[in-house]
């Protein structure tokens, strides 16, 4: 009888089956058209990284761990009366030593290069069989839970005590291919030096039309156009590093005798630490944080016209992610008139070796003076997830309420 898995539960797979020799992974999904889905194996070290660029199982390099990982290919077999998209067999008892976790992996091919990704997947998921007899043993449905991401994360093989378990992870990531190898430790580049190694690029497909250049990690602007979208910070091989939050906006002067000012929009943000400390970071009251001690966000300064080309920042000191639990980063109009479409705000959030990412304030409520831009929650002391709320509110004490800080506001002044 096969066990269904839910998003973070763990299974025993070998404990309760001594007589287990061999797994057939499989995986299918439904896409929309032109869409192509590429499935790749990560074999991981004690340190959660890769020994070598041969580590790597996809379709450029079939075969690892000395033999024991594999993809099936045409060898596909028809499980439970259902063939999948893509099978990789492990051979259980075979697998080295050095290998300890064993990381499967969705990705979009040339994903970010052709605007695409898991918005256009719908009812993914991963089985294991027994190979031997084809039985199923293990089911994880990940659901249509994914908007603009290029990469997940899917479950782990992993050792404990002897014995081999599955996670169920379905953590989505921007940066297709090349940011997960990255976060394995596996470097891929799309021009490398003559004189310095040339790391392995990633080969064409099999079967494209138009043969891709070598792969790159691309570093170009994700939009999270929809209220709701959702996506995790990539994770590099290190430490999440400085991530910037830069509010910048146009400021436009009305003409005529009776000139009116611009509009002084400003960034600010709650936060809450994983000890219970709570407050709010903004110009308003002289609130500018602290990067380097709680509660690890600061806010640089404040751009009264809009029109300094760098706009106001707020930087999370992404060192301390295990001490952070959550943010909300809003903007609210401290002069002129509540006017969000001529301001044209727009935030961008900068992490180190990954894409930006963008939220415009286009949806627009010019009867309330604040916004309530992007919620920033801890995602398994690892990384962040960034979510788009571009909701309006009259003040600070509703945005307080509608997401349930509990603090105490009195008026301030810059």
Not at 182 to 205: F, H, N
Not at 310 to 326: D, F, H, M, P, Q
Not at 364 to 390: P, W, Y
Request: net charge neutral; hydrophobic share 35%; charged share 25%.
């Amino acid at each position: 009888m096969s066990v269904s898995l839910v998003k973070g539960q763990k299974t025993d797979v070998t404990k309760n089956n001594p007589s287990l020799q061999g797994l057939v992974i499989g995986m299918g999904w439904r896409v929309a058209s032109g869409l192509e889905i590429d499935l790749s194996t990560f074999l991981l070290g004690s340190g959660g990284k890769v020994s070598g660029d041969q580590d790597l199982i996809f379709y450029g390099n079939p075969s690892g761990a000395a033999g024991s990982v594999t993809l099936a290919g045409r060898s596909k077999r028809t499980l439970s009366g259902k063939l999948d998209h893509e099978q990789i067999i492990v051979r259980i008892r075979e697998v080295p030593a050095a290998v300890e976790r064993i990381a499967f992996t969705l990705t979009i091919y040339e994903g970010d290069v052709r605007r695409q990704s898991f918005s256009g997947v719908e009812d993914a998921y991963l089985r294991i069989a027994d190979e031997s007899t084809g039985a199923e043993l293990i089911r994880y449905d990940l659901g249509n839970n994914f908007s603009v991401e290029t990469a997940i994360v899917v479950g782990e093989l992993y050792r404990y005590n002897g014995e081999w378990k599955f996670n169920a992870i379905g953590s989505g990531y921007s940066g297709g291919l090349a940011a997960l190898c990255g976060s394995y430790g596996i470097e891929v580049k799309a021009d490398a030096p003559q004189e310095q190694p040339k790391p392995v690029p990633l080969p064409p497909k099999p079967d494209s039309i138009s043969p891709p250049a070598p792969a790159g990690i691309n570093f170009s602007k994700i939009s999270l156009t929809k209220r709701g979208d959702v996506i995790n910070l990539q994770k590099g091989s290190g430490s999440l590093g400085e991530i910037l939050i830069n509010l910048n906006w146009n400021q436009r002067s009305s003409s005529g005798f009776f000139k009116r000012s611009g509009v002084d929009l400003d960034l600010g943000c709650l936060f809450e630490l994983k000890d219970g400390s709570k407050g709010s970071i903004q110009a308003l009251g002289n609130s500018f944080g602290n990067l380097s001690r709680p509660p690890y966000v600061a806010l640089d300064g404040d751009d009264r016209t809009g029109a300094i080309k760098t706009g106001e920042n707020l930087r999370i000191n992404g060192n301390k992610v295990a001490e952070i639990k959550r943010i909300v980063v809003y903007a609210y109009i401290y002069e002129g008139a509540t006017n969000w479409a001529e301001a044209d705000g727009v935030v961008t959030i900068k992490q180190s070796g990954g894409p930006d990412i963008e939220v415009r304030m286009d949806e627009h409520n010019n009867r309330k003076g604040m916004c309530a831009i992007a919620m920033i929650e801890n995602v398994n002391d690892q990384t962040f997830s960034i979510k788009r709320l571009v909701q309006y509110f009259s003040g600070h004490r509703e945005v307080d309420e509608a997401y349930g800080w509990g603090l105490k506001w009195v008026r301030g002044s810059k």
